[in-house]
């Protein structure tokens, strides 16, 4: 029944994606709104730049993260990577992750875009520490994918989503 239930969410997943490319000529995107996608985009890297990205402690990643990587893109590229792969002021709770989080939703997704989108900006023994984390903290088990919550002596486990099990493959290669 598990693998059932798994290929009709692929399957779903995959008939949203397929239906979402079809595109009305109205919908389409236009040199005007990319224009204006532009000057805001400007804008919001113009406001943040040298900012303060704030910590890494708990779900505060859902904030710096972004601040970090949008600081990246304004010019302050040493910084931000050092920010990025600076130690996680969670570390000792995440020592079976080599220090790396992993929890929480909005947390995974930072550590996705940061292997992903700035990969090749960090050093490289940090990209392998992370490529370890996630293989380390999945116990090899790249098919369910869980990793013990916070609360250990508890056997709490996380289910996470779609996105490690991309971040997992990705990152195989």
Known sequence: MKQNTIKAIIFCLIYLLLSCTQVKAEHQWTQQMEAEFQQHS??????IAGSNYGNTSQ?????SYPRAMID??????????AFLQSEDADAPINAHTLGIDFYSGFTL?????????FGKYLDSAYRQR?????????????????????????????????????????SRR
């Open 109 to 117: 997704t930072g550590q996705v875009r940061k292997y992903f989108y």
């Open 130 to 170: 992370m490529k370890k984390a996630i293989a380390q903290g999945s116990g090899g088990d790249w098919n369910g994918f869980k990793m013990m919550a916070y609360n250990q002596q508890r056997g709490v486990q996380l289910q996470l989503g779609f996105c490690v099990a991309r971040f997992i493959l990705l």
């Open 72 to 81: 990246f893109l304004a010019g302050n590229q040493e910084k931000a990577i």
């Open 59 to 63: 779900e505060n990643e859902k904030k």
């Open 42 to 47: 400007k804008e919001v890297i113009t406001k």
